[in-house]
């Protein structure tokens, strides 16, 4: 179940970066999922410690953008 709502998280993303819909996310987020489920422990890892990294560095540009008066 969980590996079913990552694909569609990593889907809708790629659809959203694409800008032109369609099933190309889709078919690109259950790859992904399929991928990191196979891998087993170490797929998790992996796509854990690259969530966290994008999290981290879209939170660091927002800090960044704000420049003080």
Known sequence: ??????????GSKIDQ???SGG????ILGATAAGVIRRMGP???V???AYLAKKAYDKR???RV???AE
């Open 1 to 10: 179940m969980i590996g079913k709502v990552l694909a569609a998280i990593i």
């Open 17 to 19: 970066r694409d800008g």
């Open 23 to 26: 099933v190309k996310g889709a």
């Open 42 to 44: 170490l797929g998790i």
């Open 46 to 48: 992996l796509g854990g």
């Open 60 to 62: 660091r540009t927002e």
């Open 65 to 67: 953008v704000t420049p």
